[in-house]
């Protein structure tokens, strides 16, 4: 009979690779969920979260990084009462019911604007194109900052992990202004990171890799720690 073989010393090694790229890793539970437990277990990771139901994988909800979709306030206080703390919203009308919450919270929470940056994919995806606009970000970013009641601010984005076109960090960056850089605490490459499967051009994958140093230097001057979403970059090698 066929079977899966999870390899947890290379579930390992490879979120180490990555965690000495960045300064935070938040894995993409959804991939694999039981590359989450072996985290959650072994190594201080984030896990990134689209659902509910996903949040039964990690047994310290504090360690959940929580991207909204159509929520209402209900659901974010019940989110907030488990104990999750990082959101990411993309659309107006999920930032303004995380921004009603607040009104009333006694505490402090981290919240991410996803970004939404320019395709170069003949074919769009419509899970990518969520997200604000560069111009949205800016103001957003510019009222957002002094806000007593959140405590990190970052901006969040998406890239095909396996699209070479999709990895000109700096230039695609660079359309926020200064000030929205010099605003952020942080910066999330969603997307992860390029998995070597059997077409893959090691090359290419050594070429984001390089990318990627590259971006988090340049982040550096303006003092924003880098946070990565691996998925199958972890997942995929560590299956047989």
């Known amino acids: 009979m066929p ?3 999870l390899s947890r010393s290379k579930v390992l090694e490879k979120y180490d690779f990555v965690s000495e790229m960045c300064d935070l890793v938040s894995y993409s539970s959804k991939t694999n969920p039981l590359v989450t437990e072996i985290l959650d277990e ?3 990771c984030m896990f990134s ?3 509910k139901n996903e949040l039964m994988n990690v047994r310290d909800k504090e360690k959940v990084f929580f991207l909204a979709q159509g929520w209402t306030l209900e659901e974010v206080e019940e989110l907030v009462e488990m104990g999750v703390e990082w959101f990411c919203v993309d659309n107006e009308g ?7 919450f607040l009104k009333t919270f006694e505490g402090k929470l981290n919240l991410f604007l996803r970004f939404k940056l320019r395709e170069h994919s003949v074919k769009t995806e419509r899970y990518f194109v969520f997200g604000f606009g560069a111009d949205e970000i ?3 970013v510019k009222s ?6 959140i405590l990190g601010l970052g901006v969040h984005f998406h890239r095909k992990t396996q699209n070479m076109a999709e990895w000109n960090l700096i230039e695609e960056l660079s359309v ?3 000030e929205t850089l010099r605003a952020i605490d942080y910066m999330n490459i969603g ?3 390029p998995s070597e499967y059997a077409n893959t051009n090691v090359k290419v994958v050594e070429t984001v890799v390089s990318k990627v140093k590259e971006f988090r230097e340049w982040l550096k001057g303006f003092k924003v720690k880098m946070v990565i979403e691996p998925g199958r970059f972890i997942s995929a090698p560590a299956v047989k």
């Open 3 to 5: 079977k899966f073989v």
């Open 42 to 44: 072994e190594r201080e």
């Open 49 to 51: 979260i689209h659902s």
């Open 94 to 100: 999920d930032l303004n019911v995380f921004m009603r």
């Open 138 to 140: 800016n103001k957003l």
């Open 144 to 149: 957002l900052r002094g806000h007593g009641k």
């Open 176 to 178: 926020l202004s200064e």
């Open 191 to 193: 997307g992860g990171l």
